[in-house]
Nanobody
């Protein structure tokens, strides 16, 4: 049974940093896309960042480019999201997701929710002004 477990959320002041972790179990995702999505109150869930595979291509929504960094540790089967210069508009529940497909290093990871097969339970990130 595949499980994704997020951690690292919390309350932080604007301008601060947080590092989210998502540990996968049940199968390896070292050659498969893993991503972060978020859902703010009253809004639809949106794509934040993705990595096609460990050491592969990455993609970010424009609003977090230059502030957030997605990374992978294949040995730990874990994906991270380093969030710097946080803003109140980054407040949301952050979800980790994984695709069961195998991707080449140059392939662009998907942004669509429907492309991801496994999801974590979410972790709350609150940024105060």
């Amino acid at each position: 049974q595949v499980q994704l477990v997020e951690s690292g959320g919390g309350l932080v002041q604007a301008g601060g940093s947080l590092r989210l972790s998502c540990a996968a179990s049940g199968r390896t995702f070292s050659m498969s896309p893993m991503a972060w999505f978020r859902q703010a109150p009253g809004k639809e869930r949106e794509f934040v960042a993705a990595a096609s595979r460990a050491g592969g291509s990455t993609d970010y929504v424009d609003s977090v480019k230059g502030r957030f960094t997605i990374s992978r540790d294949s040995a730990k089967n874990t994906v991270y999201l380093q969030m710097n210069s946080l803003k109140p508009e980054d407040t949301a529940v952050y979800y980790c997701a994984a695709d069961r497909g195998i991707y080449a290093y140059g392939a662009v990871p998907p942004r669509a929710e429907q492309r991801y097969d496994y999801w974590g339970q979410g972790t709350q990130v609150t940024v105060s002004s």
